[in-house]
């Protein structure tokens, strides 16, 4: 199965955004739903945001309002929108699509 490959992560103050992407063949992007995890230091990898291959979207209680994960078929590539990052949202943000492997990850860092 083909790793997913994040990009879009950076340096940005808090209350700035950032939109991340996460990219895959299309034989890889189709087989099921996409997640948007994150970890950060010295904490467990943690559920941020889903879409279901037909477009169905939830997220995390703790990003609601702020991020805004969508879909561009004709790409294979899945967005995470944020926006009035905090600097709790730092971590390195992974992709993972149904039960397939993680992507490398991209980090994110919202200075204070």
């Known amino acids: 199965q083909v790793q997913p490959v994040e990009s879009g992560g950076g340096l940005v103050q808090a209350g700035g955004s950032l939109r991340l992407s996460c990219a895959a063949s299309?034989?890889?992007?189709?087989?099921?739903?996409i997640g948007w995890y994150r970890q950060a230091p010295g904490k467990q990898r943690e559920w941020v945001a889903g879409?279901?291959?037909?477009?169905?979207?939830n997220l995390a209680d703790s990003v609601k309002g702020r991020f805004t994960i969508s879909r561009d078929n004709a790409k294979n590539t899945v967005y995470l929108q944020m926006n009035s990052l905090k600097p709790e949202d730092t971590a390195v943000y992974y992709c993972?699509?149904?039960?397939?492997?993680w992507g490398q990850g991209t980090q994110v860092t919202v200075s204070s």
């Open positions: 299309g034989s890889t992007f189709n087989i099921g739903g």
């Open positions: 879409i279901s291959r037909g477009g169905s979207t």
């Open positions: 993972k699509i149904g039960m397939g492997s």
